[in-house]
């Protein structure tokens, strides 16, 4: 059977055009006639025949799921699956052997969650680190993929981080799939939860819109390489005030965007257990802004973090900030006509930057350090007049 499908692979890299077609139906029909040939397009040394699949074989073979033949994964149960997937196959071979391919290769489609539950268990909550408390049934209720988080597992997003080229094709060795095949090259990356979450919040389902996937991967490494590139090419400036927690009925579903309700573990800073954290953390904040990103930002804001980044930008625009920092405080809404006479005093005794965190005069807009009005409309200068706007503590 196979001397007979290697005889029709010869003829048919001479024979393109009309008797293309002809051709591969006859293939069709021999694989389909004989027992042999199903069992040969279901093993994994044919799904390797191809070198285009060499990166994802070889990503395979240094993860666990190398135990696992390749229609573990990639074959639904079900004879109408099992008979789709090889019909499927036989375009991957007309494609190969015309290099009618287009790269790079990706599933068309996310694996179906029933494939992975035959082997994994849907009530695990905690992760073999034993750091991560995830709780899996409340997103398999909403029909979230499990490779939404899952999808590095088995081939280490290679394709999606740009590595599968037709040009790199051939330096693929197992050497260099465990070089890319490293725990963080594999594992869900936090900013997946935190896109998602975001999302959530503001009333979306983005699972809906991606088979399941949320915002997938590729879009990730493409809003990174933007984030990139736009620290490099401007003053990394931060994005405006960020709508960090749904409001009231915009969103059927909450989903967390602190650390505690995933993470088991935390090693909070020594100074962060102080009682007096909350009034103080603004100093330090202002001291290295970098020290806090470390922690407290997404990953498209720590790229955009430059020495010219201030406390009071940074604090509007992180979603960890902004729940706290878009409220007025207390005594602004209690009382107001005790607070009016009062705040000079205030400002007297803390320091005109606490009220500079949303009172803002000015602020660089470009390269040229243009200044533009503040984000808040109500500054100083609108009851008062400060030179040049710019206010300063009375000593």
Same mark, same amino acid.
């Given at each position: 059977?196979? @001397? ?23 293939? &069709? ?73 287009? /790269? ?25 680190? /034993? ?6 049934? @409340?997103?398999? *209720?909403?029909? &979230? ?25 051939? #330096? ?25 979450? *975001? ?17 997938? *991967? ?10 990139? @590139? ?19 009925? #915009? ?79 207390? /005594? ?27 009172? *803002? ?12 009005? /503040? ?21």
């Amino acid at each position: 059977m196979k @001397k007979r499908l290697s005889t029709i692979m010869s003829k048919l890299k001479f024979q393109q055009g009309k008797s293309l077609g002809l051709l591969l139906v006859i293939v &069709i029909i021999l694989i389909f006639a004989g027992g042999v040939g199903l069992s040969v397009t279901s093993s994994n040394s044919f799904c390797i025949t191809c070198h285009e699949m060499q990166p994802e074989h070889l990503t395979y073979k240094v993860t666990s799921h190398a135990q696992f033949s390749c229609t573990t994964c990639h074959l639904t149960p079900g004879v109408g699956s099992y008979i789709e997937s090889k019909v499927k196959v036989m375009g991957y071979i007309g494609k190969h052997i015309t290099g009618n391919y287009k /790269g790079p290769i990706v599933a068309s489609e996310p694996i179906p969650n029933q494939v992975c539950e035959k082997c994994h268990s849907t009530m695990r909550k905690v992760t073999a680190s /034993g750091d991560i408390n995830i709780p899996h049934e @409340k997103h398999l *209720e909403h029909d &979230i993929a499990c490779t939404a988080c899952h999808g590095g597992v088995a081939h280490a997003f290679v394709a999606e981080r740009g590595l599968t080229t037709q040009e790199n094709s051939a #330096t693929w060795t197992l050497a260099k799939a465990e070089e890319v095949s490293k725990f963080d090259d594999t594992k869900t990356a936090m900013e997946a939860c935190m896109d998602c979450h *975001e999302q959530v919040n503001q009333g979306l389902k983005p699972w809906e819109e991606n088979q399941g996937l949320g915002k997938t *991967e590729a879009q990730r490494v493409a809003e990174r390489q933007a984030s990139e @590139k736009q620290a490099k090419d401007g003053n990394g400036e931060l994005p405006g005030a960020v709508q960090a927690i749904a409001k009231a009925g #915009t969103s059927e579903l909450t989903a967390p965007m602190r650390c505690a309700p995933c993470h088991l573990k935390i090693q909070t800073p020594v100074n962060h257990v102080d009682k007096s954290w909350s009034n103080t953390h603004g100093i330090t904040a202002a001291q290295d802004i970098k020290w806090c990103a470390e922690c407290h930002s997404r990953q498209r804001d720590r790229v955009l973090i430059t020495a010219q980044t201030t406390v009071q930008d940074y604090a509007r625009s992180n979603t960890l900030c902004a729940p706290c920092h878009e409220k007025r405080p207390t /005594g602004h809404l209690e009382n107001k006509q005790q607070w009016l006479p009062t705040h000079g005093n205030v400002v007297k005794d803390k320091g005109a930057q606490n009220c500079l965190v949303c009172h *803002e005069t000015e602020k660089a807009t470009d390269q040229n350090n243009q200044k533009m009005p /503040g984000v808040n409309a109500v500054t100083c200068n609108t009851c008062h007049w400060f030179k040049n706007g710019k206010v300063e503590t009375p000593q």
